[in-house]
């Protein structure tokens, strides 16, 4: 499993590796800074209460949930991106894309990754 995150002045990219590559349907996703609306991490059970239909990918409930889904509630046609299998907390990507508008991911480095991507959201890179 690796799902390796980098962010700059120009977005967020995310490559997925190995099977990622396989539960996920995707071997890269790009997210423009100006698409950016917040990064935060959350309990995973917290992230899963916003998961819609199953779209595409891989889904075993508590042991991996990975690929394509809408979001639940009041955002009909809205689609979210997971990578996630077993970790208590979840970096959670929220976009103004119409393609995707939350991307979900298991990172070891979750919390520096929220301060990087909020710094981009919030004007704090030079």
Known sequence: MAV????????????????DTVSTLRRRHHVPTDELVSARVV??????????WFLGGTYVPGVATAGRFTIA??????????????????????TSSSTWSRVVLQH?????LAWWIGERVNGGAG
């Open 108 to 112: 070891p480095d979750r919390h520096d």
């Open 43 to 52: 309990p995973t059970a917290e992230a899963r209460s916003g998961l819609g």
């Open 73 to 94: 509630g009041s955002h009909p046609g809205r689609r979210q991106l997971w990578c996630v299998y077993r970790d208590p907390e979840v970096l959670v990507i929220e």
């Open 4 to 19: 390796h995150v980098f962010v700059s002045d120009q977005g967020v990219d995310i490559r997925f590796d190995g099977f």
